[in-house]
């Protein structure tokens, strides 16, 4: 395991500095076009500044930002005692060094991510929706996937390597959309120069525009192919902390085949979070795939129910090169000789509920985030009163007893 972190590390630097390097490049491009030779300095100054404050703001509340930024709310051990203690068990079979904080999306579609600095710091948060579609074992395998990428060291790469993609396509949009705004400007202010001058100003400008527009396709690209191989090795880790892989694939099949609206907080800068990438496309064409941060789920899926034999690193990997045809995904270093038997389904992930309980969930598990009360009455019917809720005392409709509300 210990091997399978350095591996990562090491590619998350040789990353970093490959989009830093195309993040300086294109400051140090655009301040020539801009400003002739003598600017392009100036424009690598402009470039360091922007990633540095960005860099900054990531460390120090990058992880709140994110959870800000996906309407995702704090909940306690009463909301949802299951998901507290799936999270604490793989916590303990991860030997994370601390109980990753755990947040609920109020939202119906099912999704889930992890975010924080390190290990110490690490949150998990789930959608109310993928809460109430999933039985305990699939469960298991969801929170076994996010607590694989805080284990990884995904959490804080993602969040450096969004940040450095941010800044790319920041300044890229901001000297483009300027270039537009002032194109009559500029032509006149090249054409009053020298000839030779005017002649080699917009030749370094076209150069610029041209940057200006591959760095963001670069860098996607260098994000894209990393950030769909730490996927790969999530749902690896997930099979070996739960030692049931059908648990992950069949979670992964009902959020694929789950008909509810695109989750409503996702956006492109928080999609790569996601164990599932929450735009949802009307037809799933190829090359959407090439150019998702995610890879394929129906070759997810076939890759952990083709672990037959096991679930460690060995036996996924195996599984993978035996499903895609390619060179695996798991580094050498982690393909130790470790033996990790499969287990059998759970009791209770064997029994199948309706339909209308799985929604009705849904709506508790919303109102117990947005802090409704729950009330149940001496005749039995259970009422559920909004936050806003001003009296002391609320009527039963049933048998109408007056019904004390608690306050805190």
Sequence with gaps: MWELIRVNKR???LLL????????????????GVFGLEGGFFGLIIATVIWLILTAVSFSKGDQIFLLASKAKPVTHKVH???FNVVEEM?????????PKIYIINDPAPNAFATGRSPKTASVAVT??????????ELQGVIAHEISHILHRDILFVTLAGIMLGSIVLLSQVFLRGMFYSSMGSSRRYSSGGKGGGQAQIVMLVIAIVVAILAPIMAYLLYFALSRKREYLADAGAARLT????GLASALGKIANDKSPQLASANKVTAPMYIVNPFKKKKQMKLSDLTSTHPPISERIRILRNMTHGASFKDYSNSFSAVTKTKTVVPPAALTKEDIALREASTEAKKKERHETQMRQVGDIMRRVNQFVFLTCLCGLKLKIPPNYKPDKVKCPRCKRNLDLPRK
């Design 91 to 99: 916590k303990i079979a991860a030997a994370l060094p601390a109980m």
């Design 128 to 137: 109310a929706g993928l809460l109430a579609r999933l039985n305990r074992d």
């Design 243 to 246: 030692r049931y892989p059908e």
């Design 81 to 83: 005692p299951q998901l």
């Design 17 to 32: 500095l490959a989009m830093a390097v195309c993040l300086l490049l294109l400051g140090f491009i655009i301040g020539m």
């Design 11 to 13: 590619n998350s630097i």
